[in-house]
């Protein structure tokens, strides 16, 4: 057989129980794989790689080197009855990090997070203060970071809502795999969904004309996620535009230059964060409500690691409701007793930078060495409000090709799942997700920090 079945498995294993005996969900997709054999597997992998490749599904490590991005297309199934439990929470999230971010911005006291917090967070804007965005939304476009538990319990580990990334590797990877290993979905009712028809809808909301002008803007071809900036906005139907395509007229609207005329600009879909850098007066017409912004400026304020601790008391306080996802429990450290317990029980717990992201500034403790450990409790120690430390958390593995051994092996998974939110306050969670691979011997999934990604079907 492919699979060793004998050798027992990770207990939380999606596709092998421990003692490797198939979990019912996934019969047929083993079943499809021992058909085609190793050595077709291999081949087809191959295929699909040289077709990553070509459509060049890329994602840049650093200012020297795109790579195609690394993908085990053997698809993650996620049953029905678990995501609608997944879907319903995130969207709950956003409703209440929404309803937040307009009281922090246009209320007269926010009265969730401490102001202290608030006022040390790196991406707060005191300067939109009593600035209302379009019909109030502040979070159009929304990712969140999962991981599984097991028992379809689903634990968020953080938020990200300043420029969520990774729908279009959610997308590409299963279209792909699809299109190179079709015999993996024989026996499944997978569940669609089509982004194109929800941001269309979440345009047009914000606007005030029905068919809006807008325009993706990219931070150049070589940014790290340009393969991402240019499917949208083929899939959208919009122009991809560079700072040096858009200007602001004299009227103060926004304008992009065309070869066959210049036009005006009702929504900018952005994909960079210094405005200013990229569209000298974006910021100014933005704020004298000229143009829209997706995401709206000031939403980075939930991005902060310490922030994301007091998000089920805006379900709360906003919507009057228990939260329905549970959060990884997190550590405060500018709290002497939390600081204390968090040095005292160092090799077994998480710290994360508080504006980290793309897997930057996560420290997995258990995973380190003594010395580099010392050196982070010694940094926690002078600089506790720079951290907060969470609980290290044995989640989910799934199966992962090899294809030059041609042998199945264990990886850490987490999911990004994607939702948007339109002018009406209705909220679209696209099934199925991001699934992020770590490296071996690592539980870091991020695409920036090495990791890989995977199919993801949400199955009937």
């Not at 209440?96 to 608030?118: H, K, S």
């Not at 005006?264 to 000298?280: G, S």
């Not at 050196?375 to 290290?392: D, G, K, N, Y």
Request: proline share 5%; aromatic share 10%; charged share 25%.
């Amino acid at each position: 057989m492919l699979i060793d079945t004998t050798t027992p498995m990770h207990v939380l294993n999606e596709c092998l129980a421990a003692d490797g005996s198939v979990k019912p969900v996934y019969r047929n997709l083993m079943n499809s794989v021992e058909s085609l054999g190793v050595e077709e597997l291999q081949r087809r992998w191959s295929v699909a790689k040289e077709q990553a490749a070509l459509d060049a599904f890329t994602f840049m490590l650093d200012p020297r080197e795109f790579r195609t991005v690394p993908t085990d297309w053997m698809p993650r199934l996620i049953p029905e009855q678990d995501w609608e439990v997944i879907s319903r929470g995130v969207a709950q999230r956003l409703k209440a990090i929404n309803r937040f971010l307009l009281e922090l911005y246009c209320g007269e006291q926010e009265e969730v997070v401490p102001p202290d917090v608030m006022y040390s967070c790196q991406y707060y804007n005191p300067e939109l203060q009593d600035f209302r965005p379009a019909r109030d939304v502040f979070v159009h476009v929304y990712g969140i970071d999962l991981v599984h538990m097991g028992e379809g319990r689903y634990v968020i580990l953080e938020d990200n809502l300043r420029i969520p990334s990774g729908i279009s590797y959610q997308m590409k990877s299963t279209e792909i795999g699809m299109d190179v290993l079709p015999e993996m979905t024989a026996g499944y009712d997978i569940v669609p969904y089509d982004i194109r028809a929800a941001y269309h809808e979440m345009f047009a909301s914000l606007c005030d004309t029905p068919d809006p002008v807008c325009v993706l803007l990219t931070d150049s071809k070589y940014g790290s996620a340009f393969f991402e900036h240019r499917y949208l906005s083929e899939l959208l139907g919009i122009p991809l535009v560079e700072g040096s395509d858009l200007y602001v007229g004299d009227n103060g609207r926004v304008w992009g230059r065309a070869m066959d005329g210049d036009f005006e600009v009702d929504l900018v879909y952005r994909r960079v964060e210094d405005l200013e850098l990229f569209v000298p007066g974006l910021t100014e017409a933005y704020l004298d409500h000229k143009v829209v912004l997706v995401n709206a400026m000031g939403t980075g304020a939930c991005d902060d690691k310490l922030v994301f601790l007091w998000v089920p008391d805006m379900i709360e306080r906003y919507l009057g409701e228990n939260a329905i996802l549970e959060q990884a429990v997190s550590y405060d450290l500018r709290l002497p007793a939390n600081r204390e317990y968090v040095l005292q029980n160092l090799d077994s717990l998480v710290l994360k930078t508080r504006q980290g992201y793309g897997g930057l500034g996560v420290f997995i403790l258990p995973d380190l060495d003594k010395g580099y450990r010392s050196r982070l409790a010694q940094q926690l120690i002078e600089q506790p409000q720079v951290f907060i430390a969470q609980e290290t958390l044995d989640f989910s593995r799934h199966l992962v090709f090899d294809e030059l051994n041609g042998e199945f092996e264990e990886r850490y998974i987490d999911l990004r799942v994607f939702a948007v939110q339109n002018g009406n306050g209705e909220v679209t969670v696209f099934p199925g997700g991001l699934t992020r691979v770590s490296e071996a011997n690592s539980r870091v999934t991020n695409n920036s920090s090495g990791g890989s990604c995977k199919p993801s079907w949400v199955v009937r």
